[in-house]
């Protein structure tokens, strides 16, 4: 079984909840949201969500007790298609997912490029459903932090899934226009170290052709000699996605594999496709950019 480990401070940094006292409207449930037609990854009837719950915190919208995993398609125009795809994967601390910001946003910024974009929702670790025993868990999640406890949790079920919905997207390559040789897939917080062990841990038909990390999956890892290309971006005043020094880089620098690292002087954790007034705001141009210079949105009829 594998396992990741988050800062306690999850719950309240990346949502900016400042303390588990806050009540509403800080932290509400809200009805599901309209989304584009998902299609389920575990045979479950589609848009079955027996046990998921929305939940509003603080300016962030998340889902959480996921336990029917889905893939969300979101096409490019057909004139305008490189044939080149990403999977995405949310972050939330493996406890939700956010999946509208990091999901569905993301997939429509991939999309306007001409790279069809499919928004992962996978399995997360359940958390209390009603709001009262929700804070007091994330209280629980802040003391532990405070003491300088991290809080351990399981990725398993998560990697999995991405193997899945990329097995999923090369299957239908014809059908969305794709290449099955240039299917990626990126993640942000915990949703990069899906990605990254995406690339891993799951069968050669389930492993991502590149892979991009954002704000998460910085850790060290014995980093194969097959491993995807891989980009990297994070901020220096991050406070959850920790590092000491970036040995996930240097261990794919090692292994010989193409590798690229984006280090903004501010950002915070969750800065998304960028941040205001942070040069943070540069990194989706230079992640296109560095997937054109790899040869990823060369499309076919190209030399």
């Given at each position: 079984?594998?396992?990741?480990?988050?800062?306690?401070?999850?719950?309240?940094?990346?949502?900016?909840?400042?303390?588990?006292?806050?009540?509403?409207?800080?932290?509400?449930?809200?009805?599901?949201?309209?989304?584009?037609?998902?299609?389920?990854?575990?045979?479950?009837?589609?848009?079955?969500?027996?046990?998921?719950?929305?939940?509003?915190?603080?300016?962030?919208?998340?889902v959480?007790?996921?336990?029917?995993?889905?893939?969300?398609?979101?096409?490019?125009?057909p004139?305008?298609?490189?044939?080149?795809?990403?999977?995405?994967?949310?972050?939330?601390?493996?406890?939700?997912?956010?999946?509208?910001?990091?999901?569905?946003?993301?997939?429509?910024?991939?999309?306007?490029?001409?790279?069809?974009?499919?928004?992962?929702?996978?399995?997360?670790?359940?958390?209390?459903v009603?709001?009262?025993?929700?804070?007091?868990?994330?209280?629980?999640?802040?003391?532990?932090?405070?003491?300088?406890?991290?809080?351990?949790?399981?990725?398993?079920?998560?990697?999995?899934?991405?193997g899945?919905?990329?097995?999923?997207?090369?299957a239908?390559?014809?059908?969305?226009?794709?290449?099955?040789?240039?299917?990626?897939?990126?993640?942000?917080?915990?949703?990069?170290?899906?990605?990254?062990?995406?690339?891993?841990?799951?069968?050669?038909?389930g492993?991502?052709?590149?892979?991009?990390?954002?704000?998460?999956?910085?850790?060290?890892?014995?980093?194969?000699?097959?491993?995807?290309?891989?980009?990297?971006?994070?901020?220096?005043?991050?406070?959850?996605?920790r590092?000491?020094?970036?040995?996930?880089?240097?261990?794919?620098?090692?292994?010989?594999?193409?590798?690229?690292?984006?280090?903004y002087?501010?950002?915070?954790?969750?800065?998304?496709?960028?941040?205001?007034?942070?040069?943070?705001?540069?990194?989706?141009?230079?992640l296109?950019?560095?997937?054109?210079?790899?040869?990823?949105?060369?499309?076919?009829?190209?030399?």
């Amino acid at each position: 079984m594998r396992k990741s480990v988050y800062i306690g401070t999850l719950a309240f940094t990346l949502i900016g909840v400042p303390s588990a006292a806050q009540t509403s409207p800080a932290v509400r449930d809200i009805p599901a949201p309209n989304s584009p037609p998902s299609i389920p990854l575990d045979g479950s009837v589609a848009g079955s969500a027996d046990t998921e719950v929305w939940t509003r915190l603080g300016t962030l919208d998340v889902v959480r007790n996921v336990s029917h995993p889905t893939l969300t398609p979101i096409l490019p125009e057909p004139g305008n298609a490189t044939g080149a795809a990403v999977v995405i994967a949310p972050g939330g601390g493996m406890i939700m997912l956010a999946l509208d910001a990091e999901g569905w946003q993301v997939a429509h910024a991939f999309a306007r490029r001409g790279i069809a974009a499919f928004v992962l929702k996978y399995r997360v670790q359940p958390t209390p459903v009603a709001v009262p025993d929700l804070l007091a868990y994330f209280a629980q999640l802040q003391a532990k932090a405070e003491k300088g406890e991290a809080t351990e949790t399981d990725s398993t079920a998560a990697v999995k899934d991405a193997g899945t919905a990329i097995a999923m997207v090369r299957a239908n390559a014809a059908r969305w226009g794709v290449d099955p040789a240039r299917v990626g897939m990126i993640g942000f917080s915990s949703g990069a170290t899906v990605a990254r062990d995406a690339a891993f841990v799951n069968e050669p038909g389930g492993r991502p052709d590149f892979v991009a990390l954002l704000y998460g999956g910085l850790d060290k890892v014995e980093v194969p000699a097959t491993a995807p290309p891989m980009f990297a971006a994070v901020a220096f005043d991050d406070k959850i996605a920790r590092f000491d020094g970036f040995p996930v880089v240097a261990a794919w620098h090692s292994a010989g594999r193409p590798v690229e690292l984006h280090a903004y002087q501010s950002g915070g954790h969750g800065f998304g496709l960028g941040r205001p007034g942070t040069t943070s705001l540069g990194v989706f141009d230079q992640l296109i950019q560095w997937l054109d210079i790899q040869g990823f949105l060369k499309r076919k009829t190209e030399k």
